[in-house]
Structures are given as structure tokens and as C-alpha cells.
């Protein structure tokens, strides 16, 4: 994988993992000594993922490419490198633009790196305190809180959903949730927050309870990348996103770097590369001035380290207008 690099002069490395292993856990039927702890299910699990970094020796350009499955056969590791070498090889020497406001088209590595966001803070405990981007004030002085649930958040193209059948996606099926799909967002309306089980016996006399979207599918539309550029008069291709990090949890406020690849489009042409940016924006508000997305895919998004879930994610490119870029970052 390294050669082709190598061949043309560039440092390169990579990283490769592949895992099975199998989940046990206690229901909580079981912790409560209704159920023997040897009725504990097993599920057996397996994820593969490979990515790919390519440099100039100089530092001015990078390229980078990933893929995430529970099948090592769904990767192409040399499909990664070759796309790793490319886009290397066109980031060189990069010119500066000023921050402001940038059309943007998100490849979809670079929509997951910011959508990420919203599944912690979409728990209906959090928001029904007032904590999240999903809360409404109902009396802000006596502390009383409702959610968004019902309401239109983002745009009605936008779907975000999982489903443990799903041939795709290689979701672990948990105990004591809901079995079966669940959109959160349908159509850009908020529809299901998470809960555990125990807020769903007490508050809504329920057996089960939602468990957070740690995997998801999120909707797209028939528009290709190529297809995009063509039609933007001036802005910004973006390859991924870096070092994101949570500035405010009420409007779900972000910030971070472009990072391995950023292009500036002019009348419907990839022009030059550009310098790395950081932006602060919040995902909601790129879901919210759409202009087109394209068909959904699988990214690089491996096992949550904290938690030892997988997270497997399967999203669009898209376009968006006013994105905000902050300012100009020396990295590559």
C-alpha cells in the first residue's frame, strides 16, 4: 500500500485493525435477580477498518482516505491508498483565502466528522433539562423545560435512522431497548430522543427503553460531488474534518479544522488547493441550508474507544451554503 507513494516520492503511512470479538451483557431482569445470569445473551461481533495518509516531503500537501465495516471484504485498502496519493498530490502548495462565509461541499468522511455531534446530545433526559439543542423553554422561571419532539429541526430532505437488519450497517442489537427501527429525525422532524429503561418504567410505563443512535443511517439525495462542483459558482471542497470539539451544547456549536485536502471551486471548476481553515459552525445549521445531497456512504467512524461500541455511519456528501470558516491554520 505504501509503494505507490513511495514511487512518486511522498511519505506515506496507514493503519489496519480487525477485531471479533463477543458482547455479554446483564439484562436487567438479571441485576434484578429475575433471571438467571446465565440466560445473558452472547453476540458476536466483527469490524475491519484501514486508512491511508500520503505527505509531500516538503509538508505542503496531504491526502488521506478511510473505510469502517464489519466485513474486512468491503474495504479496498489499495482503492485507499491510490485515493490518498491523489488527493496529496493536488493539495500541494496551497494559496490563502480570507475566513468569511463558503458555499461548502462536504465529502461524506467530512458530514460525519460534524453530524458525530448530534447523537450525545440528543438524550430526552438532558434536553428536558434544559441541556441540549433539543430543549424549549416552557417557563424559564421556574426551570421547566419541554423538547423538540414533533418539531421541524433541520431540513426535511434529512433523515437520520438505524436499523439492526440493516445488510449495511452491522448494528450489536441491545438488551432492553426498543427492538426494531428507529428514525430520531424523520424528514427534519425530531421523533424519537433516547432513554434508558428505567426512565421509560417510571415516566412512560414502558418496558423498553431508545437506545442513543451510536450507529446511523443518514438520508441523501441523487446528486453526485462531480455534479455539485459543476454547479457552484464559488466555494470549497472539503475532504474531513479534525480536532472538532463542542463549544456550546445548546446550539451545538463546533469547532475545528479542515484537514488533507480543502479546494477552492470557481465557476464549476476545482481551481486551486487552499490553506486549512478553522471553522465554527453548528451541524444544525449546515442541515439547514442544504443545497443538494448525494447518495449516502460508509466512512471511516471505528469502535467508540470510551465505550468499546461500535459506531458504524453511513451518510451523504452535501452542499451547504454560509458555512463559517474563522480563520486561516497552519497545518496540512
Not at 140 to 166: F, P
Not at 198 to 204: C, D, E, M, T
Amino acid at each position: 500500500l505504501l509503494e505507490p507513494a513511495e514511487a512518486k516520492g511522498m511519505l506515506s503511512a496507514g493503519y489496519i485493525e480487525v477485531r471479533a470479538a463477543a458482547i455479554a451483557e446483564l439484562s436487567s431482569a438479571a441485576q434484578a435477580g429475575e433471571a438467571a445470569p446465565w440466560e445473558t445473551p452472547y453476540i458476536a461481533w466483527t469490524q475491519a477498518q484501514c486508512s491511508m495518509t500520503v505527505r509531500d516531503m516538503q509538508g505542503t500537501g496531504s491526502g488521506w482516505a478511510g473505510l469502517s465495516s464489519y466485513d474486512w471484504g468491503r474495504i479496498d485498502p489499495e482503492a485507499l491508498a491510490a485515493q490518498a496519493l491523489e488527493k496529496c498530490l493536488a493539495s500541494r502548495n496551497p494559496v490563502g483565502l480570507e475566513p468569511g462565509r463558503y458555499t461548502v461541499i462536504l465529502e461524506p468522511q467530512a458530514v460525519a466528522d460534524i453530524v458525530a455531534a448530534i447523537p450525545g446530545t440528543i438524550a430526552r433526559r438532558q434536553n428536558e433539562s434544559g441541556n441540549g439543542p433539543f430543549a424549549l423553554v416552557q417557563d424559564e422561571a421556574l426551570h421547566l423545560w419541554r423538547t423538540k419532539l414533533g418539531l421541524k429541526v433541520v431540513d426535511e430532505r434529512v433523515t437520520i435512522s438505524h436499523d439492526y437488519a440493516d445488510p449495511d450497517l452491522g448494528i450489536v442489537p441491545p438488551i432492553d431497548t426498543a427492538p426494531g427501527p428507529v428514525a430520531w429525525i424523520d424528514h427534519g422532524v425530531l421523533m424519537a430522543m433516547p432513554y434508558d429503561r428505567a426512565y421509560a418504567l417510571r415516566a412512560l410505563n414502558d418496558p423498553y427503553g431508545i437506545r442513543p443512535p451510536t450507529g446511523y443511517r443518514m438520508s441523501g439525495g441523487e446528486t453526485t460531488t462531480d455534479e455539485m462542483i459543476r454547479t457552484t459558482k464559488r466555494g470549497l471542497l472539503v475532504t474531513r474534518f479534525s480536532d472538532v470539539e463542542l463549544l456550546d451544547a445548546r446550539s451545538l456549536l463546533l469547532s475545528g479544522l479542515t484537514r488533507d485536502g480543502l479546494w477552492l471551486i470557481e465557476n464549476g471548476k476545482i481551481t486551486k488547493p487552499v490553506k486549512n481553515f478553522r471553522f465554527t459552525e453548528s451541524p444544525l445549521f449546515v442541515l439547514n441550508s442544504l443545497d443538494e445531497l448525494g447518495p449516502p456512504m460508509k466512512v471511516f467512524h471505528p469502535t467508540t474507544a470510551a465505550s468499546g461500541e461500535l459506531s458504524p455511519v453511513i451518510v451523504p456528501p452535501l452542499k451547504a451554503h454560509d458555512f463559517s470558516f474563522t480563520s486561516l491554520v497552519d497545518a496540512v
